[in-house]
């Protein structure tokens, strides 16, 4: 900076970042980012400047890479698993001090530089005012309704969080568990079993290497070398795809055949024993989550109205005690 150029005032107006929202219009169900309303329904419900900003840099983003949206949907819930959602996921590893991006089930989150750039340009706007915990619940949010899913008010005001340990990646729930763990890892963030049934419909979106699904199909347990609910030809497909002794650096395969839109074909496949993990295929084992994967597989409409009325529950776990202002550092 000179000195010299002309300083413009952010425009507080534009900047009002306030949660206040119509209780009845949490979330509008449609594929389009702004539904029939156009600006005048963004004005309507309440939208400021600042979720335009954030949601022009992700559609930048996805116009150019595909896999963003789901990249972004699981950041945002490994971020709100871990101290709450307050952007701890977001911070670098500082000297021998590992953050929880490079805790080992963090390694294969990526596209936090869109997070990046949506908080420059929300900076630029409005400085100070927005962290980038709620940048992340803005994006994840903005991630499904490009890929056809729900659209729902995101609750904001979130601060970002100043501590960011590797090791309590622990605390993130495996592919491998069963429902009883799945269940205590959700209610310990105060998450329902509907949460866990609908939350899980995120893997509609995205990509798995081979490691996360690799104990299912290559000495199971001592009587099965396959985990028997799988489906036979799904289960071959996958030895296909992921060798004993895979040499292949990122190979996996995508959640189900349609990855980059929102739709219900998860649950289709988890009552056909054609998803990937065992957490997924869990959700068969109690009456209760059974019957949801049943109502979910059966109506896509009523899997997006949970999917959204979750994500609030989820997106609204506290942490943090400050704006930052570089989502990689505290201030
Ligand atoms: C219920 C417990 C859950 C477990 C055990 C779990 C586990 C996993 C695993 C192992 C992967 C693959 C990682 C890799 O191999 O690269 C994955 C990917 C993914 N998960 Fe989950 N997950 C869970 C819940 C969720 C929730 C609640 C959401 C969002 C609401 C979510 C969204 C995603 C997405 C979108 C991907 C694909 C990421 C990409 O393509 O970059 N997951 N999950």
Redesign the pocket.
């Known amino acids: 900076m000179d000195g010299m150029e002309p300083k413009t005032m952010p425009n507080t107006r534009k900047c009002d970042f306030s949660s206040g929202t119509r209780p009845e219009e949490r979330f509008l169900s449609g594929g389009d980012l702004e539904g029939s309303y156009g600006k005048v329904g963004r004005e309507l419900r309440g939208e400021s400047d600042v979720e335009s900003i954030v949601t022009n840099v992700v559609k930048e983003a996805v116009s150019k890479d595909k896999?963003v949206p789901?990249?972004l949907?699981?950041l945002h819930?490994h971020d709100c698993f871990i101290r709450g959602c307050d952007g701890s996921v977001l911070l670098e590893s500082k000297g021998g001090k590992k953050a929880e991006k490079d805790g080992p089930p963090n390694i294969?989150l990526?596209a936090f530089y869109v997070i990046e750039n949506a908080k420059k340009a929300v900076e630029d706007a409005c400085p100070g005012i927005v962290s980038c915990a709620d940048i992340l619940a803005l994006a994840a949010r903005d991630s499904v309704v490009l890929s056809g899913g729900p659209r729902w008010d995101v609750p904001k005001g979130r601060k970002d969080g100043r501590t960011s340990k590797a090791t309590e990646t622990k605390q993130l729930?495996?592919?491998t568990?069963n429902i009883s763990q799945?269940q205590h890892s959700f209610s310990l963030r105060g998450l329902s079993l509907e949460d866990?049934v609908a939350?899980?419909g995120?893997?509609t979106?995205?990509?798995?290497?081979c490691?996360?699904f690799q104990n299912r199909i290559h000495n199971f347990n001592s009587t099965h070398d396959v985990d028997p609910t799988l489906h036979p030809s799904f289960a071959a497909s996958l030895k296909n795809i992921c060798p004993i002794n895979n040499k292949v650096k990122n190979a996996?395969t995508s959640?189900d055949p349609s990855p980059t839109t929102f739709d219900n074909t998860h649950y289709k496949l988890i009552l056909q024993g054609k998803t990937l993990?065992s957490?997924d295929q869990a959700l068969l084992t109690t009456p209760k989550t059974r019957n949801l994967v049943y109502k979910f597989a059966t109506s896509k409409k009523a899997f997006h109205t949970a999917f959204a009325n979750s994500?609030i529950k989820m997106s609204s776990i506290n942490g943090g005690q400050e704006v930052r202002k570089n989502c990689r550092v505290v201030n």
């Open positions: 896999t789901a990249a949907l699981r819930f294969s990526h729930p495996s592919p568990f799945l866990l939350l899980t995120g893997h979106l995205g990509f798995s290497h490691s996360s996996g959640m993990f957490s994500m």
